[in-house]
């Protein structure tokens, strides 16, 4: 959990901190109500003691395999007169959503990609534009409600209120997206413990998202059986020694750990741990792949992808993600930051930042759901990541 406050110049200065185990969440799904609560609970004291604030209200980051996407075109008719203005946008993106949407599922988001002005297509911005037609084509992005209340019932059950549920990858690309690589065409790629998110920027916003139900866990559970550890001690394993390409390991290198059942510590090959790695990343970003092959923009992304989240940190894993997906690859994390910049040194606090941005740029514009519920960034942000730990 993270705190913010907004200085003179409209930046956010990083406040407080609240860092605690992940528990009772499942590949980004609520398994456990009232080990989540205690863990979100424990998170939010944290920040509220080393900022000094205390939080009532947050913008919280969501992701599963619940969520869904789908575009959708609107239309509204406009006075030529006088131009097109805020209320003509906001009937276009209202004829957006309306679709069919089944009763257990709930919008996210609904993020305009484009829109069509009497046939001239590819406007960017139409308000203040002349014309009698305008037409809007708006990503959608769907959560199952079930997910979603659980998830709010566990952050309410530790004393804060939802100010808005932001798609975990939109609120890392808010942090470590540069504007040349929106533009341009970009996938964002947010590896965490449980799943990894995907989002595809072109044209400065969103055009297709995904969760893909495999992350850093499965890294760990895959160490875990090979070695015969437990869970938590085939973490540090891979946090320690674990890479994701062999041929940057020296093979003489190796570390030591105790198995299940041994009564002395084995001896195991740095090189034979980034083979096991690196087969469970290659699965990963091939299904990252095929999504993205799937969305049909594979050939508009010559920035190429953006890789950030706890998995990100694994070293060699740009080398992985290039070879498999044949495209440029960086890692990323969250810069120019102020306050406690020193301590979200990593690329599994890009999502954490991104809310803390997301909700600025919220307030700036003037979010209905953020006038509805009074947020004020004049007091405290909470972020909370998804995850509830960097992995």
């Not at 930046?11 to 009772?24: D, I, K, Q, T």
């Not at 938590?232 to 190796?254: C, H, Q, T, W």
């Not at 740009?318 to 102020?338: D, E, F, H, K, W």
Request: negative net charge; charged residues 20%; glycine residues 12%.
């Amino acid at each position: 959990m993270l705190v913010g406050q907004v200085e003179a110049d409209g930046n956010v200065r990083v406040m407080g901190l609240g860092l605690v185990p992940s528990a009772g969440m499942h590949k980004g799904m609520v398994n456990d109500v009232g080990e989540a609560t205690q863990a979100i609970l424990a998170a939010k004291l944290q920040a509220e003691a080393t900022s000094g604030f205390e939080i009532g209200r947050a913008f919280v980051s969501i992701a599963g395999g619940h969520v869904s996407s789908v575009n959708s075109r609107g239309v509204a008719g406009i006075n030529a007169k006088r131009g097109v203005n805020d209320d003509d946008i906001e009937r276009a993106m209202e004829s957006a959503q309306a679709i069919a949407i089944p009763h257990n599922r709930e919008v996210l988001h609904v993020v305009p990609r484009t829109y069509t002005l009497d046939g001239q297509e590819g406007v960017r911005s139409p308000l203040g534009m002349h014309g009698f037609r305008l037409e809007v084509e708006a990503h959608i992005i769907t959560a199952a409600s079930s997910s979603v209340q659980n998830l709010e019932k566990c952050v309410a059950g530790a004393g804060v209120g939802v100010d808005r549920f932001v798609l975990n990858p939109l609120a890392s690309a808010e942090a470590v997206l540069s504007e040349t690589e929106n533009q341009m065409g970009v996938a964002v790629i947010d590896s965490g413990g449980g799943t990894t998110d995907l989002a595809i920027f072109i044209e400065g916003t969103v055009w297709h998202t995904a969760v893909i139900s495999v992350g850093g866990n499965h890294v760990t559970n895959d160490i875990a059986h090979a070695l015969r550890l437990p869970f938590d001690k085939a973490e540090e394993v891979k946090l320690r020694f674990a890479g994701s390409n062999p041929g940057d390991i020296d093979p003489s290198e190796a570390f030591e750990v105790q198995p299940f059942g041994e009564d002395e510590p084995a001896l195991y090959s740095r090189r034979d741990l980034a083979y096991i790695v690196e087969a469970r990343t290659e699965e990963m970003f091939s299904l990252v792949l095929q999504e993205i092959k799937r969305s049909g923009y594979d050939g508009l992304l010559p920035a190429g992808v953006v890789l950030t989240g706890g998995t990100a940190a694994l070293p060699g894993i740009r080398q992985t993600a290039s070879r498999v997906m044949n495209m440029s690859a960086r890692v990323a994390q969250p810069g120019g930051l102020i306050g406690l910049a020193d301590k979200l040194d990593g690329p599994e606090f890009s999502t954490s930042v991104g809310l803390l941005r997301f909700a600025l740029r919220t307030d700036i514009l003037g979010g209905p759901r953020a006038r509805a519920n009074g947020f004020n960034l004049g007091r405290a942000l909470g972020g909370i990541f998804g995850r509830f730990l960097p992995e």
